[in-house]
């Protein structure tokens, strides 16, 4: 039997979370850059939104920005709904928006520190996750398609003195991404999960410590911190048609951690 290849006719059409800056933005130029046109979720930077989307289009891609919330379900809705009103079905999701809360002793972590973090990185990707399936699954008159959390390698190193609220809540992305492959697998729909390292981003200093990402290379084998176009590279290839036969996968991006 040969291996499924989406038909030269569809248009890959992927709503990127967290797409403003980082991980999503370069996720979303090297999506374009495959001739997705692309969603762009953001949460509060419009302009910066707006910035990565005109990049898109200057290298030939189509783009739409649309602020999200993950955490509401509603919100969740008009994301994908504005989507598909700009470029029709949507074909792929690249769950990426995510926060920390601050570096500290988890004993000093404030509760709604970690019911925020609960909230978007886990609450919001399952939202996205279940509108994603009802947009692309066969079961919902979908063609299929395919998912990409990201998650961290905090997910199996569980960061301690850090952020274990963090670690627990990208293990429980990591979870969802197994069961979701294995549910709806049969429907046409791939979903595999990104466990980035230590990367060039701003969150290191939204955190509390800019200089983290080049600590952390200190204890990382390939001794130096990952840059967000690494990360976009493997989200790419899960997304494309050469991981066909990938799904349920956790694929580790951290340098040997």
């Known amino acids: 039997m040969p291996r499924p290849v989406t038909p030269a006719s569809r248009q890959r059409v992927t709503v990127v979370t967290g797409a403003s800056r980082g991980i999503g933005a370069a996720t979303a130029l090297r999506l374009a850059a495959d001739g997705h046109h692309l969603g762009i979720g953001y949460a ?12 898109v289009r200057a290298a030939g891609g189509e783009a739409v920005t649309v602020p999200v919330d993950v955490g509401a379900a509603d919100a969740v809705d008009r994301l994908f709904t504005e ?21 500290g002793r988890f004993t000093e972590t404030d509760p709604e520190v970690m019911r925020r973090v609960v909230d978007v990185n886990v ?19 979908g063609d299929g398609g395919a998912i990409v959390n990201i998650s961290s390698a905090a997910a199996t190193l569980g960061s301690p003195g850090e952020y274990v609220h963090y670690a627990a809540s990208k293990a429980a992305v990591d979870a969802m991404t197994v069961g979701l492959a294995k549910e709806f697998g049969p429907e046409g729909v791939r979903v595999n999960s990104v466990q980035p390292g230590s990367v060039l981003t701003g969150m290191h200093a939204r955190m509390g410590d800019p200089d983290r990402a080049w600590k ?38 951290a340098g040997g951690l």
Not at 220 to 247: C, K, N, Q
């Open 216 to 253: 952390k290379a200190e204890i990382t084998p390939a001794r130096r911190p990952g840059e967000p176009e690494e990360i976009a590279d493997a989200v790419a290839w899960l997304l494309s048609d050469e991981a066909s036969f990938t799904s349920g996968a956790v694929l580790r991006v």
């Open 83 to 103: 989507v598909r009103e700009a470029f029709g079905p949507v074909t792929g999701l690249v769950a990426n928006a995510g926060i920390s809360g601050p570096l």
């Open 123 to 141: 609450t919001g990707t399952l939202l996205c996750a279940r509108r994603a399936l009802r947009e692309m699954s066969t079961a919902y008159g």
């Open 44 to 55: 509060h930077d419009a302009e910066a939104a707006e910035d990565v989307a005109g990049r």
